[in-house]
């Protein structure tokens, strides 16, 4: 009696079972979390520059670092993609190769239950007992005996591949997730970063007529300051020709005097807006104030600081309507940024009178009172004339 059977070589479970993420890719996931946890701040800080004064080349450098940021982590969603696709195709391929596998066992599992049915439970025993010697009974009971523990492995196999099988499709649809969550994360960081380019590119522009504006405005402020310069120079010269025709009249005295240094009532009442000497502003340009910005409501009383002469009520460039008083021996004090003149020029006002009302003459700031105090020629801080408490 001759019985065949084909013996399977199996492989190693090592081969078949599915890896752990990769190191590759965990790393790659560590990345885009430090990434992403740098543009966080970067975003906060963005916030913080919108509800601030702030220099706007500071907010161009944030939008170019955050667009930097994110231009990272689409490439690292890139490089994670890559890894994902890699692994989706190992995976489709080993669920291909096993479920081939698993389709050879299960055909020749078939078909020896197959060969067990047709020769029956006795067929053991009869191939057994019709042996014609002791030496093939011995080799007929090792030979069946091989073939008993092939059955046993050919069916441990199937059982194995099987659950194979199972693993590998819930980790392709493990991978095949991550891939789609990967590529709308990519679309929507893509996104993100058109947009900051677009917000790049508007802050840019922005930036440019910014720093434009505070040119034209710096450039105002001087033509204006020295406008003023040159009517108060005209002022004096007049006061000093008038003195050198009248030699034998007393000299005017100057009706601010030292003692009133740090005591002198505020014009009106309200908070500095800008301060006297240089300052920065947003477009990172520096300024250069003569006088003091005092905040108030539009149409507030303006009162002289001390009694003098009005000899200019026009409108001056930048400082909008002004009122300029004479105080005698050289000192002036000048009031901007008026909404109306009380008063005209020649006439004599008393300290504490009202020249005028409070207005906007530059639409970047809120209304207030531009005062200036000439004390000897020069502009002097008129903020240390006055009382400390309004």
């Not at 058109?194 to 504006?213: D, P, V």
């Not at 402020?221 to 000093?240: H, Q, Y």
């Not at 300029?324 to 000192?331: A, Q, S």
């Amino acid at each position: 009696m001759t019985v065949s059977v084909g013996f399977i070589v199996i492989a190693p479970l090592s081969l078949l079972h599915p890896q752990d993420p990769t190191a590759r890719l965990r790393a790659q996931r560590d990345t885009l979390e430090r990434i992403r946890h740098e543009r966080e701040v970067l975003e906060r800080r963005a916030a913080d520059l919108q509800s601030t004064v702030h220099d706007l080349n500071e907010e161009v450098t944030n939008l170019d670092r955050r667009a930097e940021a994110t231009s990272r982590i689409v490439q690292t969603l890139d490089d994670q993609l890559a890894i994902i696709t890699d692994e989706a195709a190992r995976a489709s391929t080993k669920v291909a190769a096993t479920e081939n596998e698993l389709g050879a066992k299960k055909g020749a599992l078939h078909r020896r239950l197959v060969d067990i049915y047709k020769r029956g439970p006795l067929y053991t025993t009869e191939a057994m007992l019709s042996a014609r010697s002791f030496g093939e009974l011995v080799a007929r009971y090792k030979y069946l005996h091989l073939l008993a523990l092939h059955d046993r492995a050919l069916v441990g196999r199937f059982e194995q591949l099987r659950d194979q099988i199972k693993l590998e499709h819930d980790r392709l649809v493990t991978l095949q997730s991550a891939l789609e969550d990967n590529r709308a994360d990519k679309q929507r960081e893509e996104a993100q970063l058109r947009a900051l380019e677009r917000e790049r590119g508007n802050s840019l522009a922005q930036t440019k007529q910014e720093a434009k504006k505070a040119e034209n405005r710096i450039a105002q402020l001087k033509a204006t300051e020295s406008t003023l310069t040159n009517a108060i120079a005209t002022f004096e010269a007049d006061r000093r020709r008038a003195e050198t025709a009248r030699p034998n009249a007393p000299k005017a005295v100057s009706t601010i005097r030292t003692s009133d240094y740090g005591r002198l009532d505020w014009p009106v009442d309200g908070a500095l807006v800008y301060t006297f000497g240089k300052a920065q502003t947003a477009s990172n340009t520096t300024i250069r104030w003569n006088g003091v910005g005092i905040r108030s409501s539009v149409g507030a009383g303006v009162k002289a600081v001390a009694p003098g002469k009005v000899v200019s009520v026009r409108q001056l460039g930048t400082y909008g309507l002004t009122v300029i008083i004479d105080h005698g021996g050289g000192d002036y004090s000048i009031y901007g940024s008026l909404s109306r003149s009380d008063v005209r020029e020649n006439q004599t006002v008393a300290k504490g009178q009202v020249i005028g009302g409070v207005g906007i003459s530059d639409p970047d700031l809120p209304p207030h009172l531009h005062f200036e105090i000439r004390h000897g020629g020069p502009a002097v801080d008129p903020a240390t004339w006055l009382r400390e408490q309004r």
